[in-house]
């Protein structure tokens, strides 16, 4: 089986059509379907059921299909990462990051970038976790990977800082004059909750928090981005309990909690960071923010899991 066999079903898979898959590559459709078919008598069976519209993945598609994500992936990550090792001047640097990140933390990164290398064109893939965004990166869906620190990653890790958990209230509520509050005095607030809440020992974790603290949380609203959970609140709809970068330029309160609370974001990849990865945790690193780890962890701050 060769990795252009498995590039075309890849690409069927994605596009869900044989007719736009070779489109996409440059290729007949008679060639494209022969080859997957070589690929599939090579295999030992069947790896796509050809509907109307549209494609299936068999049992066997889809056990094979992640290796072969990751076969094809790898292989554009060396070419990108081998053009990126010349230098700055030229290609794309594909960066894979959590959604509130992408929102918060990353445009004005983003922005010195381009303006320090122009040549150089950034692709971002947002994900929900930082389970899901880790495995994504260990199918090579990028060079570069900004998100919360792992606990166990194979390849170079460089810490970038903290970012900071607080809790947002509309302008005009009492606790907006606050500098800072327990948990345990929310007790008899609304809650409004984001379906990418982090989840900690299997429970989400201000379900975790709030029972540690005596109390059940109420819920109010449930969203399913930061940034819109983060807009509920400024209205008054309930509460939020979330990153300050994120609550940033929405008009509302934002209120530390005692103790603090923090988590550690760092850069990480899958190889050594040269060229054009390196450049950009450089760039990251001198315009994202974010307070330093060490400055923290002496304080003995509370770090969310």
Do not use: N
Not at 45 to 59: D, F, M
Not at 267 to 276: H, P
């Amino acid at each position: 089986m060769s990795l252009r066999q498995m590039e075309y079903l890849v690409t069927v898979v994605e596009e869900d059509s044989f007719t736009a898959a070779a489109e996409l590559l440059g290729v007949s459709q008679p060639t494209l379907s022969h080859q997957v078919k070589a690929l599939e008598a090579e295999v030992g069976g069947p790896l796509l059921e050809r509907l109307s519209r549209g494609v299936r993945l068999t049992a066997m598609g889809r056990a094979y299909l992640p290796h072969a994500e990751r076969a094809v992936r790898s292989a554009r990550q060396a070419r990108r990462a081998a053009q990126a090792a010349a230098g700055t001047e030229g290609g794309e640097l594909h960066i894979a990051t959590l959604h509130a990140l992408a929102v918060g933390v990353l445009p004005e990164v983003f922005a010195h970038w381009r303006r320090e290398h122009p040549g150089v064109r950034l692709v971002v893939r947002e994900y929900a976790t930082g389970d899901e965004l880790c495995e994504r990166m260990e199918r090579g869906v990028a060079d570069l990977a900004i998100g919360h620190r792992p606990k166990q990653w194979p390849g170079p890790v460089v810490p970038l800082g903290r970012e900071e958990i607080v809790v947002v209230v509309p302008d005009g509520d009492p606790l907006a004059r606050r500098e800072s509050i327990r948990l345990a005095e929310l007790a008899d607030r609304d809650w409004v909750r984001c379906a990418l809440e982090p989840v900690v020992e299997g429970r989400r974790f201000l379900d975790l928090a709030c029972e540690r603290a005596g109390f059940v949380p109420r819920d109010g609203v449930h969203t399913e981005h930061s940034s819109t959970a983060v807009r509920m609140a400024s209205t008054g709809a309930g509460i939020v309990i979330t990153p300050a970068h994120v609550a940033a330029g929405h008009g509302c309160a934002v209120v530390p909690l005692d103790p603090p609370w923090h988590r550690e974001l760092a850069a990480f990849s899958r190889v050594s960071l040269t060229g054009a990865s390196a450049a950009f945790v450089d760039v990251l690193g001198r315009t994202a923010h974010l307070g330093r780890v060490a400055a923290a962890q002496e304080q003995g701050r509370d770090t969310v899991a």
